[in-house]
């Protein structure tokens, strides 16, 4: 009688998705609450949202349309809604601006982090799902209210320890769209005509930096052919109208006072192309009144974002030191940030006009940055161990721990099999605890307890010499009314 084979799920992450651990999580929280402070300076105040919406309610904004459901996750319900993973917490608060509108002040300034979804083709360093941490005012229609997410950001950046490494980069959708018109892909009169082609050439201008002006140009052109021999269609522009749209792109001069004069040349007569440059100079202006020079904010036309949702200023925040890439190359890291104007974008909930702007920082990308840097713990120190030498004395060992954690030390007791005193020791090992606790019978006899540095223990098991460390033994015994100080004199030498 054969017997029928069990088939088990294969204990594996879902391709273009990850996992994270202890170090990873606690690194990441440090960070995003460094972020929520500056934000909570501005005066911003903290949302959170469903991390489902309706597909109406989303729209269809993301640019990798070749994907299913046009790169959102997106399922139907038994009644026939859509309903799809948020792709960005832009989207969400719209929706929540459109809803709550006679209960929220205006402007309503938000800031919001958490997980988002994108149904694209995953890559090296590219996941389905990431984090992102927004800053967003909704209902305020000035330049001023950009230029303040540009200056928000930039403090975000020198609050975590990276000034001198970023800048921040800001151009406008309006001039492109007049550079757009001068090039003969927007009708004023007709703005749904040639929608498709402003749309290939918002993304290959957004791929500038990683394909080169021979890149983006094909794009802009007949269509490219990446390593892998995918096609990518382009957007059919006659070489004319390439050399004007990347002419914009190459527009930035020595000063922003000199983009800018660049830019009103390449738009020539088109009125919005002139208003967008105005805006420009505006935020300029506003930003250098408040101490952010180029050396922090400049102006620069090859920022386009790659959204089509955008409608006025956009920006990016640029981290500008070395790194290594992964056949050993130097290169800068990039941006991490990105944002800008949507004001149709509420509209589409309520018919009205609702001005809106903000900006999207991605997390695991300045995680990554700053754990480049240094300005960030790559590890995360684990909890003191209180070890188990008799499981009958369980409600003792459970009492220190106690003591312990009322003290506010990290601390656990050993809940594995007590029987290798071994096996425990290598557990505090593998959980990076800085101090082991020790009492067997004879111990609690006498009412002491053993104390066990293993900062200390490692440190004098990889020198060469003992003379540094003569004078600090790496295990003491003391009496267990002095158990709470002696663990936090340990923790504070071995913090040294």
């Known amino acids: 009688m054969s017997k029928t084979k069990i088939r088990r799920p294969k204990a594996e992450t ?38 489902v919406e309706t597909v109406e309610a989303l729209g269809k904004f993301l640019p990798d349309v070749d ?8 399922w139907q319900e038994d009644d026939k809604d859509w309903l799809a993973l948020r792709y960005d917490l832009t989207a969400p608060l719209a929706r929540v601006a459109a809803q709550y509108r006679n209960d929220l002040p205006s402007p309503y300034r938000r800031y919001a982090m958490g997980p988002v979804w994108r149904n694209e083709k995953p890559g090296p360093g590219r996941f389905r799902q990431f984090y992102q941490c927004d800053a967003d005012t909704v209902g305020a229609s000035t330049v001023a209210a950009d230029a303040e997410i540009c200056a928000m950001l930039a403090d975000v950046f020198e609050d975590l320890g990276l000034g001198g490494d970023f800048v921040v980069r800001i151009n406008n959708r309006k001039v492109l769209n007049g550079v757009m018109e001068a090039a003969g892909v927007l009708d004023p009169e007709d703005p749904s005509k040639f929608e498709a082609e402003r749309g290939i050439v918002l993304r290959a201008i957004d791929k500038l930096d990683r394909l080169g002006e021979d890149g983006v140009r094909a794009l802009l052109g007949a269509g490219r052919k990446d390593e892998s ?48 440059v105005d805006e420009l100079e505006e935020m300029a202006a506003l930003l250098a009144a408040q101490g952010y020079g180029s050396d922090r904010v400049v102006i620069d036309p090859s920022v386009v974002r790659g959204l089509g949702y955008y409608t006025g200023p956009v920006f990016e925040a640029e981290l500008t030191f070395e790194i290594l890439d992964e056949k050993g190359r130097k290169r800068q890291f990039g941006s991490v940030a990105g944002g800008g104007r949507y004001d149709d974008l509420v509209k589409r909930f309520t018919g009205q006009a609702v001005p809106a702007t903000g900006v999207s920082i991605g997390v695991d990308r300045l995680l990554a940055a700053l754990t480049a840097k240094g300005r960030t713990e790559t590890g995360s120190t684990g909890p003191v161990v209180v070890t188990v030498m008799d499981r009958a004395r369980m409600a003792d060992y459970q009492k220190m721990v106690g003591e312990l954690r009322r003290a506010g030390i990290r601390a656990e007791v050993y809940l594995g099999n007590p029987k290798n005193f071994g096996n425990q020791l290598k557990y505090a090992d593998k959980r990076g605890s800085p101090v082991a606790i020790i009492q067997g019978s004879d111990e609690a006899e006498r009412g002491v307890v053993q104390i066990k540095d293993l900062v200390l223990g490692a440190k004098i098991a990889e020198s060469a010499t003992l003379e540094e460390w003569k004078d600090r033994p790496a295990q003491v015994e003391v009496p267990v009314t002095d158990l709470v100080a002696t ?10």
């Open 487 to 496: 663990v936090k004199d340990m923790l504070g030498k071995d913090s040294l």
């Open 229 to 276: 021999g995918d096609f990518t269609k382009g957007a059919g522009l006659p070489d004319s109208s390439a050399d004007v749209v990347l002419a914009f792109t190459a527009a930035r001069r020595d000063t922003g006072a000199e983009t800018c004069a660049e830019l009103r040349r390449l738009v020539g007569e088109s009125k919005i192309g002139a208003e967008g």
């Open 14 to 51: 879902p391709k273009g998705f990850r996992d994270y651990f202890g170090a990873e999580v606690t690194a990441r929280k440090e960070m995003l609450d460094r972020i929520a402070r500056v934000y909570h300076r501005y005066g911003f105040d903290p949302l959170e949202t469903s991390a």
């Open 67 to 74: 994907r299913p459901n046009e790169g959102v996750f997106a």
